[in-house]
């Protein structure tokens, strides 16, 4: 069994795809820095992450794949699913050995899978523009908190630095401690060293909300009771479309 | 803004919570510097109320007083319901700052007629203009046209709104009548014919000069109310298709009959609203428009209704046994639509794929082919299992329906004769 070991970033794995090339020997199990090898390995192969070799993978691709597959690497990438960085090895040595195009190729259980994936990411990103809510701190910030099942937070900010353009707003992921905030100019990505309870919980706390936001939430809660049809109850198709982990940090679903 | 506005929100809220239509989609609008939101072209469902329908728009009315009396109407004017009017400020005001916070895509704006249709229509057009121009407000309006509204009423608000609609409400103008009096197809049609001239010619307008005005961009979609009337599912998808044929219609919603004024004998008295049909409704409504099927072949007189057992593809290919089996590998794109358990994405994905190679059923599975109804219909790269041709109509449906665990749906209608006998 050949092991490679890299450092578990997107760089890491296209330099292991031109090292892989150039030496010509093929990982069967990729490893990330640190992490246990297979008890069964004959060869042993360490990836040195280098921008001049994974450039030049990816320019490789940029010729053969679309620049939807193109960005689908990115999107499985982001997915952080155990495994994912072996199926995106053997799709894009797929893709870099066909004659002609393969990425339509269904059939192959590798692309069919990474067509699932790209599905489920962008279900995950859908769901971010769904259910976020925002809540408005007193100096005028929108603060939302969300916990994706995936890393999806960087494919929704263009949407969100569209529509919400002219407020400021921070957006937080809660499992992966990191937002981005946008300050009506820019976006920037933010990490808090020293974390207030907010950034815990999801939820602002009374003291520091706007002094509007308390009636906008009580609104926008009877809101969604008011507009319940009560002769047509039916909350397995509600969890069906919102699933009960977002409700956590849903407004209307707060007491 | 205070608790009061929040009173008036209920009640009009309840009041609006029967139009079925929530889109968003249609328009697809980037932000400009100094307006507020945007709208994305496939629109975006926030949240799900209890009853399991998308919240995507703010829906509600301006007034939920009226001066008619439509039967089926929870706000008809005999009806002793709470009342109240919201201002234009209060509107704006909600809708922007709940639209901020993302709870929103934007407005559904109906209301209750008032003195005159004109005066109504007036003033709802009032509201989303505020909202565009003064608020610069950059999302999704959708606003009911009220019936019997001038045109040149309609042409303003197409200005504003990304989608109008008028409500049909019942399918055949006989049934309206004794349901509402004060209403006619002609109050309904002549704002549709509006709203469609409106569009065409603004079409028409941007082919010449680009910046000219667009007009309702989303088109404009009604809605029927199912089973409040002896009409037939014919009847009803035979008024949707001829609609479909008009350039604008984009969507026609079908709405099961709540019963929501169990007093007026005009109605009948359902223990529970008609969902199974409904649902029924909305699948031959998507034959229509996504699988390039006729309301010929899903409707006629020898079947008027829709089977409420099975769903309108699986009843039109049982009756049509002679259509199959058919070859995935070969079979073009149309007739690939015509199998059950075959939807738009996979048979796209049957199409890009099939070119590498033969499919067999493993392959079919794993595309999301619902082989457990599509077995019977298909063959593929392997031996073919028993179709429909050895199975014979009857018995494949038999197979299909067979009940697993649950035996009643209680979502369906169910009329209990015993209890009339007992008194």
New interface residues.
Partial sequence: MKVFVYDKTLEGLLTAVFDAYYRKTFPDVLVGEGEPLPLFHEEVFTVITEEKKSNRVWKGLEKKLSKIALSGIMVGWLSELPGIDMLLFRYIRKNLDAKGS?E??????DI?ELSKIWKKVGQEK?RL????????AADGT?F?AMEPLYNVLPLAID?FA??????KWLLYDLKREYGYYYDMHEVIEVRFDKKENHLFSGILHEDIMDK?EK??Q???K?????????????????R???PVRFWKY???KQI | MDESALEKLKILAESARYDVSCASSGTSRSNKKGTIGSASGWGICHSFSEDGRCISLLKVMLTNYCMYDCAYCINRRSNDIRRATLSVSELVNITIEFYRRNYIEGLFLSSGVVRSPDYTMERLVRIIKDLRQVHRFNGYIHMKSIPGASQELVQEAGLYADRLSVNIEIPNEQSLQLLAPEKDFQSVFAPMRYIQQGVLQSAEDRKKYRYAPRFAPAGQSTQMIVGATPDTDKDILQVTSALYRRPTMKRVYYSGFVPVNGYDTRLPALKQPPLVRENRLYQADWLLRFYQFKVEEIVDDAYPDLDLEIDPKLAWALRHPEAFPVDVNRADYEMLLRVPGIGVKSAKLIVVSRRHGRLGSEQLKKIGIVMKKAQYFITCNELSMQTIQELKPENVRRILTKKTGRRVDDRQLILDFREERDT
Avoid: C
């Fill in positions: 393969v339509m190729n269904f059939g192959d259980p069919l859908e523009k769904q259910f976020t809510r925002f809540q408005k929108f939302a949407f569209d529509r919400f353009a002219d407020q509007d009636l906008f009580k609104m926008w009877q809101y969604f009771q008011s507009i319940t049809i009560k002769e047509r109850l039916n909350p397995k198709l509600q069906q479309h919102m849903l407004t209307e």
